[in-house]
């Protein structure tokens, strides 16, 4: 190659590199900015004559893992994230908004019932016309004729994906329709009456997990969810050896010998915790009731992420990406939605990604 064209060449490598670390920025640039709180409307929704049965009443009980934020939004080129917040007591967020929304449809011989309210998020992807955005909410739907004992009329677990122009504007609307399903859900039939303060405490109980229990995880190598939700690691004698951006894990043998581990589910070390997703480990912290990609954590204690030392990287970008970049990936759990939107967090019931 002659001179010129070796100039011409590192030339437009070099402007390649600027515009892959533009969109991949290096680590001290990644910040969250400013939250954006989600205002629901105060306008009544429905008419009596569509719902499925006469209500007298609507009480929520709020138990969502995470209270303080609904999700998140990566603003830009930059990589920035936007947080999306109730602008209130998430408890009273949703307990204002059922009065307003439903209290027309109230009636003294209708049937009281109890939302018990798990997850309520929401998230987004894209810009203009091709923008998405997500909503999904999580719900138990208890009736009673005295408001003493309930029972249980149905459980839904609704996730709906909306497009086009400013569809990331269009979350308030999302949450709107999605409580409206709910409530024109037809119940199911078939459970035996329970107390108010029984359902409570058997929906509290699923947060009873010693991962979120215990104030701090243990050291170790966790082989599966299930070793990471009792917080009791398979392997407690290992080393991790760091180079750059790139990781090494090895098992401590009985006679001191170390075996390279190819695969697990987690690593904790010193207190700090990495989700291994094939030959990535990412950082994962507590918040709230779960754990969440520490990307989307304000102040978070740790930004890197690694590549398992050896993992084949594809190509110049891919080899400037490794150095640069935090590592995106997709929910696994919903995998009727094209696309799916980005996981912020690890579900603790399954340990699926989830939004």
């Given at each position: 190659?002659?001179?010129?064209?070796?100039?011409?060449?590192?030339?437009?490598?070099?402007?390649?590199?600027?515009?892959?670390?533009?969109?991949?920025?290096?680590?001290?640039?990644?910040?969250?900015?400013?939250?954006?709180?989600?205002?629901?409307?105060?306008?009544?929704?429905?008419?009596?004559?569509?719902?499925?049965?006469?209500?007298?009443?609507?009480?929520?009980?709020?138990?969502?893992?995470?209270?303080?934020?609904?999700?998140?939004?990566?603003?830009?080129?930059?990589?920035?994230?936007?947080?999306?917040?109730?602008?209130?007591?998430?408890?009273?967020?949703?307990?204002?908004?059922?009065?307003?929304?439903?209290?027309?449809?109230?009636?003294?011989?209708?049937?009281?019932?109890?939302?018990?309210?798990?997850?309520?998020?929401?998230?987004?992807?894209?810009?203009?016309?091709?923008?998405?955005?997500?909503?999904?909410?999580?719900?138990?739907?208890?009736?009673?004729?005295?408001?003493?004992?309930?029972?249980?009329?149905?459980?839904?677990?609704?996730?709906?994906?909306?497009?086009?122009?400013?569809?990331?504007?269009?979350?308030?609307?999302?949450?709107?329709?999605?409580?409206?399903?709910?409530?024109?859900?037809?119940?199911?039939?078939?459970?035996?009456?329970?107390?108010?303060?029984?359902?409570?405490?058997?929906?509290?109980?699923?947060?009873?997990?010693?991962a979120l229990m215990a104030a701090k995880l243990n050291d170790g190598v966790y082989m599966s969810f299930e070793e990471f939700r009792e917080n009791n690691p398979s392997i407690r004698t290992f080393e991790m050896e760091k180079h750059r951006r790139q990781l090494d894990v090895f098992k401590i043998m009985p006679d001191g010998k170390k075996e390279s581990l190819i695969s697990c589910w987690a690593i904790v070390k010193d207190g700090e915790a990495y989700r291994v997703v094939e030959d990535m480990f990412l950082p994962i912290e507590k918040q709230g009731y779960g754990y969440i990609f520490s990307d989307f954590i304000e102040n978070r204690k740790r930004r890197k992420s690694f590549r398992r030392r050896g993992a084949p990287v594809d190509g110049i970008a891919g080899s400037l990406i490794l150095s640069t970049a935090p590592f995106i990936v997709d929910t696994d759990n919903f995998r009727f939605l094209d696309p799916r939107p980005p996981a912020t967090a690890i579900d603790m019931e399954t340990g699926a990604f989830i939004f």
């Open positions: 190659m002659s001179i010129k064209y070796s100039l011409i060449f590192a030339s437009l490598l070099t402007g390649f590199a600027q515009q892959v670390r533009a969109q991949y920025p290096s680590e001290d640039t990644i910040k969250t900015i400013n939250t954006n709180k989600i205002e629901l409307t105060k306008k009544p929704q429905l008419s009596a004559d569509k719902l499925p049965y006469k209500i007298s009443g609507i009480e929520v009980v709020c138990v969502v893992w995470d209270t303080a934020h609904m999700g998140y939004l990566r603003v830009g080129m930059e990589f920035a994230f936007q947080s999306y917040v109730p602008d209130r007591n998430m408890s009273s967020y949703l307990a204002d908004y059922i009065d307003k929304a439903y209290s027309h449809l109230y009636t003294p011989d209708g049937v009281k019932l109890l939302w018990v309210v798990e997850d309520l998020r929401v998230a987004a992807r894209g810009a203009g016309i091709m923008e998405k955005s997500y909503v999904r909410l999580k719900a138990t739907v208890y009736g009673s004729p005295d408001g003493m004992q309930y029972k249980r009329l149905n459980t839904v677990d609704d996730i709906k994906m909306s497009s086009g122009m400013l569809a990331n504007f269009k979350h308030k609307t999302d949450i709107a329709e999605a409580l409206n399903r709910l409530l024109l859900k037809s119940p199911e039939t078939g459970e035996s009456f329970l107390t108010k303060a029984s359902i409570v405490t058997r929906h509290i109980r699923k947060r009873e997990i010693p």
